[in-house]
Structures are given as structure tokens and as C-alpha cells.
T-cell receptor, first 116, second 112 residues
Framework: EAGVTQSPTHLIKTRGQQATLRCSPI?????VYWYQQALGLGLQFLLW???????NRGNFPPRFSGRQFPNYSSELNVNALELEDSALYLC???????????????FGDGTRLSIL | KNEVEQSPQNLTAQEGEFITINCSYS?????LHWLQQHPGGGIVSLFM???GKKKHGRLIATINIQEKHSSLHITASHPRDSAVYIC??????????????FGQGTRLTINP
């Protein structure tokens, strides 16, 4: 079974540009979570998508957005890039069952975004 | 808001030593995750546990829900165990879904 895959592995952009990061979940998983790990900081929750909809977002500005496609893959878009957006962006997928809590999240290897 | 504290932040040991990493959290939870992050950045889920103890190879995780504390132990440590170990607790979004709240991580270095 293929795991969570993310692309690209590395992405270099300049201030003001836009970045698009991609994530393919484990087959059968409908939920995709995005997390940011900035240098020197811990992992922070960014966004949660399920069944094609944004269901929840963390404390990030609106220029962080994304979408989920019918095949449950997801894109994270970051507009008007700033230097502090340089970070490792991790995607995780899981099942979502309303009556079952604590579904494990399976992580990808991340996309390292560098802003010059 | 659930705060997750890990200790130590950095740990260096010699090959073969017994390793313990601790995690404390501030509010009640139903389960806790231990994750491993290698230098390349990818994260592997080691354990999800809600009570007692789990063992996988040389890794052992324990949790005390009442005391809001968990430990990760590594027996007979090896240089390949060198990584950042992160504990994470679920923060419910809605029934059946939760975002993870992470500790700052413990950077473990095992010297040969």
C-alpha cells in the first residue's frame, strides 16, 4: 500500500510569489491535514480537508489556502510569500468516522519551502 | 488549550544506553501519539496509545492518563535511533476528527 506522497520535495521561491504544494493521501483516506514546521518551531496545524471541503483551519492568515480534489488529493497554496513562510510543510491523511475518535494520522515526507 | 511539554529537548547518549523521553500535557485526552522525525523531515508514527504500555521492538511507550504523562523508552540504543522524537495529543475539531497538538520534540543523538 502506497503511503502519503507529497510533491515537490523542495521548492524555492522569492518573496511575493505563490507556492503550490501537493499531497496524495493513502488510498481510502478521505481526510487530509496540513501542518507547518517552521525553523526552530514545533509543528503547527494549518488546515483540514475532508470530502472536498475545508473543515477547519489553524491560526494562519487567509493567504494560506488550499483545496481537496474528488480523488481526495489536496493542494496547499500560499500566496504573497513572506520570508517567515520558509518551513517544512507536512501532509497527513486519515480516515474520518464521526463515531470513532483517535484515527491515526499517516504522514508524508514533507515539502521544504524556502523563500529567498 | 492543550499544552504539550517534552523533556529533555536534547539528549546525547552512547550506543547501548537505555533512553527515556518524557511528555506531559495539560488537559485530559483519550490518546497520545509518539512520532519520529528523521533529518530529511519525514515523520513516522511510532505509537498511538490510550492506556498502559505498548512495545514495538526496542521501543516502549507508556502513558498515565490520570497524571497526564507519557514516556518513550528505547532499549539498547543504536546510532540509527538518532532522530527527533515528538509527542502529540489530539485536540478535537468535531466528533471523529482531531488536529494534533505537538510537543517541541526531543533531539536524540546516539554515538557509536
Amino acid at each position: 500500500e502506497a503511503g502519503v506522497t507529497q510533491s515537490p520535495t523542495h521548492l524555492i521561491k522569492t518573496r511575493g510569489q505563490q507556492a503550490t504544494l501537493r499531497c496524495s493521501p493513502i488510498s481510502g483516506h478521505t481526510s487530509v491535514y496540513w501542518y507547518q514546521q517552521a525553523l526552530g518551531l514545533g509543528l503547527q496545524f494549518l488546515l483540514w480537508y475532508d470530502e472536498g471541503e475545508e473543515r477547519n483551519r489553524g491560526n494562519f492568515p487567509p493567504r494560506f489556502s488550499g483545496r481537496q480534489f474528488p480523488n481526495y488529493s489536496s493542494e496547499l497554496n500560499v500566496n504573497a510569500l513572506e520570508l517567515e513562510d520558509s518551513a517544512l510543510y507536512l501532509c497527513a491523511s486519515s480516515l474520518f468516522r464521526t463515531l470513532i475518535s483517535n484515527q491515526p494520522q499517516h504522514f508524508g515526507d514533507g515539502t521544504r519551502l524556502s523563500i529567498l | 488549550k492543550n499544552e504539550v511539554e517534552q523533556s529533555p529537548q536534547n539528549l546525547t547518549a552512547q550506543e547501548g544506553e537505555f533512553i527515556t523521553i518524557n511528555c506531559s500535557y495539560s488537559v485530559g485526552i483519550s490518546a497520545l501519539h509518539w512520532l519520529q522525525q528523521h533529518p530529511g523531515g519525514g515523520i513516522v508514527s511510532l505509537f498511538m496509545l490510550s492506556s498502559g504500555k505498548k512495545k514495538h521492538g526496542r521501543l516502549i511507550a507508556t502513558i498515565n492518563i490520570q497524571e497526564k504523562h507519557s514516556s518513550l523508552h528505547i532499549t539498547a540504543s543504536h546510532p540509527r535511533d538518532s532522530a527527533v522524537y515528538i509527542c502529540a495529543v489530539p485536540s478535537p475539531i468535531i466528533q471523529g476528527a482531531q488536529k494534533l497538538v505537538f510537543g517541541q520534540g526531543t533531539r536524540l543523538t546516539i554515538n557509536p
